[in-house]
């Protein structure tokens, strides 16, 4: 358990995107940020999920990988200072005089003037399909998301799923793993065309070993996992496909978890705001980015971004009651690092 404790301007619960430029306009403006996240590293679905993929919808970026627009980011808000709790899910909230602390899982307490709600769509839990013996070898074998590509340097894998994620890292892993398998109960995949083409070109070129309608019945091994049982539609037996390491990629299950208790008005498992601010029903208490909703919400990269500028001109009078905000272009002030 940690004991650490930590003082800030802004708490700021996610450190996604949105959650990252945030950051950036609260620098502006002279306020201090910490960033809590339950992810060990920043960037949200973007690093998570998808951080090979490109995003075409970003103002002056006609294409760019969802890894390196996080690493813009980081690099746009480092004269900011910002600082990091990553690993540690958000628990409690508690009002204090000064504005709100923030307790996580491991016992880190943040002491903030003003939190901000940037979680995406909440905490992520994998989708995990059924499969005999799938949980004895989680840890052993099985995992339900690609942190560190290198741990799977000249090993059997096999995939399964037939979303982005799944052909995405079909693609990426190609080039890694000394046998890559991938497995999707359809014959056809709901992912991008153009990365659908990439995997089936791959297939011929005996790059991966690609099997479609088909799915993994059980899992086996003594203290690792050695092993999966695949049934291919309309054959009588079963494949036995010797594999170090399963990775089933059937998406993330989105959960609000223990902020659904903090009291803020909530609709379908989304925040509901005041698009003046993006504040909650909750003094002092504001959410941006995918976790909020309002009529014409859209759950997109940039207006997460403009809900983030003017969130952080709202809490610059909480912050610095006594003064006055005078806005100013950054075209004329510069970046005024603290």
Same mark, same amino acid.
């Given at each position: 358990?940690?004991?650490? *404790? ?11 995107? &949105? ?10 403006? /002279? ?13 949200? +679905? ?28 980081? !690099? ?11 690993? !540690? ?15 996580? *899982?491991?016992?880190?307490?943040? +002491?903030? /003037?003003?939190?901000?709600? =940037? ?16 949980? &004895? ?17 000249? /090993? /059997? ?36 065309? !153009? ?40 054959? !009588? ?41 993006? *504040? ?27 809900? =983030?500028?003017?969130?952080? +001109?709202?809490?610059?009078?909480? &912050? ?14 510069? &970046?005024? =690092?603290?």
């Amino acid at each position: 358990m940690s004991n650490q *404790s930590i003082q800030t301007d802004l708490c700021i619960v996610g450190a996604g995107p &949105v959650g990252l430029f945030a950051v950036f306009e609260a620098g502006l403006l /002279k306020m201090r940020c910490h960033l809590v996240d339950a992810l060990p590293q920043v960037g949200g +679905q973007l690093s998570e999920i998808y951080p090979k993929k490109p995003i075409y919808d970003i103002p002056g970026y006609p294409s760019i990988l969802a890894g390196e627009l996080v690493e813009n980011l980081m !690099e746009q808000i480092a004269p900011f200072k910002p600082g990091f709790t990553l690993g !540690e899910r958000v628990e409690c909230l508690d009002k204090t005089e000064t504005g709100y602390q923030i307790s996580t *899982s491991t016992g880190t307490k943040i +002491q903030s /003037k003003v939190v901000v709600i =940037a979680g995406g769509l909440g905490c992520f839990e994998p989708r995990k399909p059924v499969v005999e013996n799938l949980e &004895v070898f989680e840890g052993k074998g099985v995992a339900y998301m690609v942190l560190d590509p290198e741990k799977f340097r000249n /090993k /059997k894998v096999v995939l399964a799923g037939g979303g982005d994620s799944a052909l995405d890292w079909a693609i990426f892993l190609s080039d890694v793993c000394s046998e890559l398998t991938l497995i999707h109960r359809s014959g056809s995949f709901r992912g991008a065309p !153009e990365s659908a083409e990439k995997v089936f070109d791959l297939a011929q070129a005996g790059k991966i070993n690609l099997i479609l309608n088909a799915e993994v019945q059980s899992l086996h091994g003594s203290t690792q996992l050695e092993g999966l049982m695949v049934r291919e539609a309309g054959q !009588e037996s079963d494949l036995d496909i010797k594999t170090d390491f399963f990775i089933p990629l059937f998406g993330l299950t989105p959960k609000l978890g223990p902020i659904a208790d903090w009291g803020l008005n909530i609709d379908k498992n989304a925040i509901l705001v005041n698009t003046e601010d993006y *504040s909650t029903n909750v003094e002092g208490i504001y959410a941006i980015g995918d976790i909020n909703t309002y009529p014409g919400k859209l759950k997109l990269i940039l207006c997460g971004f403009h809900e =983030a500028a003017l969130m952080a +001109q709202s809490a610059f009078a909480r &912050v610095f009651p006594e003064q006055k905000l005078s806005f100013k272009y950054t075209t004329v002030n510069g &970046v005024n =690092a603290f």
